[in-house]
């Protein structure tokens, strides 16, 4: 930590030396230097005038280190509240949507709803709901490979961005994630979803996304439309999605209802 090591500089700069606090040396100083890192670090010196030193300029850089420190830190917490769902501990919609923006033709977009969840709250308590979108969320990151990235797209709809990946891989990672899902405790409810492959855009090239998030999100009303508790897929085959032809995976077809 860079403050830390500003703050043992300064310490030797006045002519003390550090110890541990559990090395119970006896001319320690009462200053700890870690700065809340690890194990306490204490001034040692048996000189007066280095003690002198110590308590007019090293005791107010401790001070303000530690301000310095609690800021990063805050600021840390923060983005990572940003960046990750606090719930359900995948991406969260601002960072999700960044990577979302950012994809590129050949990737694919899933788009994720649990099905019939407001019953889960309105029957159980929104304890029960929390649980369920965690006990998900948890399943969906067992189900991505590494390169994946998962994001709750808010309430009970989530978003898998495949990189490079055919529709066929795409829906693979889905069969693994219902299979895990449907044995799973948390499983008080199904899910539908939305496939599609990313195509270049005409125009902005940011767009291929947003363009893919809205047929995916068409395709997962289909789907609940068709009975729940399966998922519809197709390349997008133009940039504004007209004329597009639907078709249902093996795996999707044999997903059925409950």
């Known amino acids: 930590m860079a403050a830390q090591r500003v703050v043992l500089a300064l310490c030797a700069d006045l002519g003390a030396a550090v110890a541990t606090a559990d090395a119970e040396a006896p001319d320690s100083v009462p200053m700890d230097l870690s700065l809340g890192e690890g194990v306490p670090l204490l001034p040692v010196t048996s000189d007066p005038c ?7 300029y090293l005791a107010p850089a401790v001070l303000d280190a530690r301000s310095v420190v609690e800021r990063v830190r805050t600021s840390e917490r923060l983005l990572e509240m940003a960046t990750i769902d606090v719930l359900t501990g995948v991406w969260g919609r601002q960072s999700l949507m960044f990577a979302i923006n950012h994809a590129r033709p050949g990737d694919c977009v899933a788009l994720i709803d649990l099905d019939n969840f407001k019953t889960v709250n309105d029957t159980l308590g929104h304890e029960a709901g929390d649980a369920t979108l965690a006990g998900f969320a948890l399943h969906l990151r067992g189900a991505i490979r590494d390169r994946d990235i998962a994001g709750r797209y808010g309430g009970e709809e989530f978003v ?51 363009i893919a998030m809205r047929a995916a999100d068409a395709l997962m009303y289909k789907a609940k439309a068709a009975g729940r508790d399966r998922w519809e897929c197709e390349p997008l085959t133009s940039p504004g999605g007209a004329g597009r032809g639907t078709g249902m995976t093996e795996s999707a077809e044999s997903a059925g209802t409950r």
């Open 50 to 56: 280095v003690r002198a030193l110590l308590t007019r």
């Open 160 to 210: 898998l961005l495949f990189p490079a990946t055919t529709l066929d891989d795409a829906v693979a990672v889905l069969a693994r994630l219902r299979e895990s899902w449907v044995a799973s405790s948390f499983a008080l409810v199904t899910f539908s979803a939305g496939v599609v492959s990313v195509t270049a855009s005409d125009g902005n090239p940011l767009q291929a996304g947003q």
